[in-house]
């Protein structure tokens, strides 16, 4: 795989500006590991959706409102471990939750 020299020069420009970014917060008492830490973290959701709809786009299926499936299934988990006072009655509520709104989107964008 040939890299363009011009592709080249945007990424080592793109890397500059993240380590001088890190650098900045690390003077100013902002530690990097912590930084990198949250984004990875906030990263996964993001991830698990884009690969989610990645493998929806290849059925055939373009489902923009991946997103707020998550956050519905979070809410509806967070409620059924607060309700049971168990946090694995809370994931089966989440998976539930999900499972039922993506066979809901698959039948309706089947059969309507």
Not at 12 to 30: D, K, T, Y
Not at 81 to 108: K, P, Q, R, S
């Amino acid at each position: 795989m040939k890299v363009s020299r011009q592709a080249l020069v945007k990424w080592i420009i793109a890397l500059a500006i993240i380590a001088g970014l890190l650098e900045a917060l690390s003077r100013v008492g902002v530690s990097v590991k912590s930084v990198i830490e949250a984004s990875l973290f906030a990263m996964t959701p993001l991830a698990l959706a884009a690969l989610g709809e990645a493998v929806n786009e290849r059925a055939g299926m373009c489902n923009i409102g991946i997103e707020g499936i998550f956050l519905l299934s979070a809410a509806i988990g967070v409620y059924g471990a607060e309700m049971f006072n168990n946090g694995y009655v809370g994931l089966l509520f989440g998976l539930v939750t999900g499972a039922l709104i993506g066979l809901l989107f698959g039948l309706l964008g089947i059969y309507c």
